[in-house]
């Protein structure tokens, strides 16, 4: 069964930074494109960086230029480096495949609070 397990939110002033770390359990991690997608309060979950089983990235344009999804296919897992964070960039942040598969982890949560 596909399992994520995400980690490295927590509370951040703005114009500061978080590293994620999403480990990945029960598939071949190397050949699926992946995504990192958060869910604010009262939003519906949203896609924010994708990268391809080859590395090519995408963002969406509310972050680019301030997050950077990366991933290590030796270790199962994918990052997400968070620059420049802003009041809006707080939610639950999850990994999943770019198709994403049923199961979802817990989350980790990213608040950006003065």
């Known amino acids: 069964q596909v399992q994520f397990v995400e980690s490295g939110g927590g509370l951040v002033q703005p114009g500061g930074s978080l590293r994620l770390s999403c480990a990945a359990f029960g598939m071949i991690f190397s050949i699926y494109d992946m995504g990192w997608y958060r869910q604010a309060p009262g939003k519906q979950r949203e896609l924010v960086a994708g990268i391809t089983r080859r590395g090519s990235t995408t963002y969406a344009d509310s972050v680019k230029g301030r997050f950077t999804i990366s991933r290590d296919n030796a270790k199962n897992t994918v990052y997400l480096g968070m620059n420049s964070l802003k009041a809006e960039d707080t939610a639950v942040y999850y990994c999943?495949?770019?198709?994403?598969?049923?199961?979802w982890g817990q989350g980790t949560q990213v608040t950006v609070s003065s």
């Open positions: 999943n495949g770019k198709s994403p598969f049923s199961n």
